[in-house]
Structure formats: C-alpha cells, structure tokens
C-alpha cells in the first residue's frame, strides 16, 4: 500500500516561490540558530517531515527522494544542525565540544603558548566522555560567524580562546543562546559571558607587595604592545592595588617595541627605581641583556619580576622570579564549567577564578644599600 503524502508536504514546483519569500522573511530577523519549524517552513513541509528526513528511524513511513533533497538542500542553505537539546530527548548528545581560537595558533610544541590549554581541556573532556571538535576558518579573518550562520551548531558546546578576540561576535554568539565558555578573562557590552580565568590581579599584587617587603622604595611597572588586552588590565590592576604600598608604586611603562628597552632601562635609573614588573618574559629577557650592557647587575642593581606572558620569548635559560599561569588547569576548569552549562542551561553565566602559581627563581632580591 502506498502511504498517504504527508499533510505538510507541497509539490516542488509550489513551493520554490514559498522559499524564496519565507528565506526573505527570516532573513529581517537577528541572526539566530534555525529550529526545525524554520526548516519545514522554508521548505514547505510540516515538522514531522523535517525529523523523518533526519533521523531516518521509520521505516514504514517513505518520503520521496525530491522531498528529502529538499528538506536537505535548506538544511545546508542555513546551516542547520540538529538541536543538542533536542537529541538528548531522543536518546543524547552529540557528546562534542567545540574548541575554537581567534588566531591560527595551534600548538607545534610542548613550549607553545596554547598547548597547556588544549591538554587540560582534552584530558577533562576524555574524563567527562567528550570528544573535542577543533573549528578554524576558512581563509581570510577567522570569523565565528559567516552569511549569517555558524559552524559550532555542529558541537553541543565550545570553548573559545584568543589574545585578540572579535568582542562583537562573542557577543552575537551570546545572543544567539549557544553555550559557550571562554578562556581567559572576559568583558563584553551587554549580559555577561561564561568564562574561566587566571588570577593576574591577586598573583600581581601579591609579587608587587613582595618587593616592597624586601625594601624596595620604587618600583616600575613595563610592558610591550597594547595595555588595553584583558589580561594586561588585569596585571596593571593588581600592581596598582599593592596594598598598603600605592603610595610607592613608580610609573607605568607601555613600549612599542623591545627597541625602546635600552631607553627604558635608563629611565629606571635616572628614576631611582630599583625593581620593575615586566608583563612579558621577552621583555624581562631584553632588559636583562640591556641592564647587563650598561654594567648592572641583576638583581643586584635591579630586580625584574616576569609576569607569565610568553609571547616571542627566546626562553634564554634564566630563572625568572614571577608568576605562572595555570593553563592547563584552566583549560581543564573551562571543560568542566561549559558542561556544567550543558546540564543547567538555565543557570546563566558563569566565572572561576584559576589562582597561579610562583616561580622564586633568581632575579629578585633586596635593593642595594645607598653608600
């Protein structure tokens, strides 16, 4: 017997006007993951077509092959991936996670700056019976968002991760509902996003106020490139928050580049200042070669604490005295808070705190007693 066409279905011919008019109609509102009622409506099918065609699960009921190629060419026009929700009342998730990084920065080696991330993340998700999807993008800026529809729909859940993100998008995708967590300190216009960061501000403060309990009158504050990153605010706060020591605290120094550190150098001691706050080790590393230059001696003469930003270091073997940044635990706590999300989707933003670790290392000492 041949079974009845179902109700929701329409000709070929009928419908591709219907297309045409209802991807105009969507299309005017923000953008936001399409459901199945998007789906069978653009289509012109009812909703149980549209699950048929996905899950293939009745094999009593027959579709036509022109009806599901149609079904499935508007899936693919809008990027449609079945909802994670949705299939875990059916029998589960996917069970994927998404990672994605706003720089093509993937690891090549044990030192590189992400691949702490990515090992805590990926044992935390072995732990948790997840498997990691790793998105980039196709040429061109890394953008999470293209002709209006996003790739990550194909995960339960990502993390996201970057020095320079594209704060418009996180937002976009905060907006749109998917779950997401970020690594990393992060503000955004609007409601708060979920995040998992490192303690720069108490690790900062904490380093700051050391220097001045082994004597330290003046003490500086250095860094290369943008203060404005997260991270730097974040560092540059705890240094200023040196409690009960503001009243020493020397200036803030931001470089253009490691040219500018023999210049820096001399400002330290026409200043009078006996220990500087490097935020990056290839800054530390270069005051290091410049003071040695002019005849100090560190820490003798000058104490440098390198504040955990590897970035371009040449990882010239010294024994910096700073902090360290705990990134494979916060790859690790990024996991377990986004399936925390996961499970309570209604429970609203999240954020931890992940508290560094010190290296004592050998560049820090008490100033040199005025003759």
């Keep these: 017997m ?3 066409r179902n109700a929701g279905e329409t000709s070929g011919t009928a419908v591709v006007g219907r297309i045409s008019r209802k991807a105009t109609e969507l299309s005017r509102t923000p953008a936001k ?5 998007d789906i069978a409506r653009l289509a012109g099918v009812s909703q149980a077509t549209v699950s048929l065609v996905l899950n293939e699960r009745d094999a009593s009921i027959r579709i036509s092959p022109a009806t599901r190629e149609r079904v499935l060419t508007v899936m693919r026009e809008w990027g449609y991936v079945a909802n994670a929700s949705a299939r875990s009342l059916a029998g589960g998730r996917n069970k994927i996670i998404g990672v994605y990084t706003f720089e093509p920065v993937f690891p090549t080696s044990g030192v590189d700056f992400y691949f702490p991330f990515l090992l805590g993340m990926e044992q935390e998700a072995a732990d948790l019976g997840y498997d990691l999807l790793l998105f980039t993008s196709a040429g061109g800026e890394r953008q999470i968002f293209r002709d209006g529809s996003t790739r990550l729909w194909h995960a339960d859940g990502a993390l996201l991760l970057g020095r320079d993100p594209n704060v418009e998008e996180i ?3 905060r907006d749109s509902g998917y779950p997401f967590v970020y690594v990393g300190h992060r503000e955004v216009s609007g409601p708060p996003v979920s995040y998992v960061a490192a303690d ?10 050391r220097l001045f309990q082994l004597g330290h009158q003046r ?4 860094r290369i490139g943008n203060g404005g ?6 560092r540059e706060g705890g240094f200023r928050q040196a409690t009960p020591y503001q009243h020493l605290a020397g200036p803030v120094w931001t470089l253009d580049s490691v040219a500018e550190v ?14 500087v706050l490097a935020e990056q080790q290839l800054l530390a590393e270069e005051l290091l070669v410049c003071a040695t230059r002019r005849g100090l001696a560190i820490p003798d003469d000058l104490s440098v604490v390198e504040l955990g930003d590897s970035t371009g270091a040449r990882h010239d073997g010294t024994p910096w005295t700073g ?4 990134r494979e635990q916060m790859g690790r706590q990024a996991m377990g808070l986004l399936v925390q999300l996961l499970e309570a989707p209604d429970s609203g933003a999240l954020s931890e705190s992940v508290r560094c670790g010190f290296a004592p290392g050998a560049t820090v000492g008490p100033p040199k007693e005025l003759p």
């Design 171 to 173: 937002e976009r995708l």
């Design 323 to 326: 902090l360290i940044v705990p």
């Design 219 to 222: 003490v500086a504050y250095a």
């Design 200 to 209: 720069y501000a108490g690790a900062t403060q904490q380093l700051t106020e």
């Design 2 to 4: 041949t079974p009845a």
């Design 229 to 234: 990153a997260q991270p730097s605010r974040d």
């Design 262 to 275: 023999d210049g820096l150098v001399e400002e330290l001691q026409r200043g009078g200042i006996t220990a």
């Design 33 to 37: 993951r399409p459901t199945q009622a």
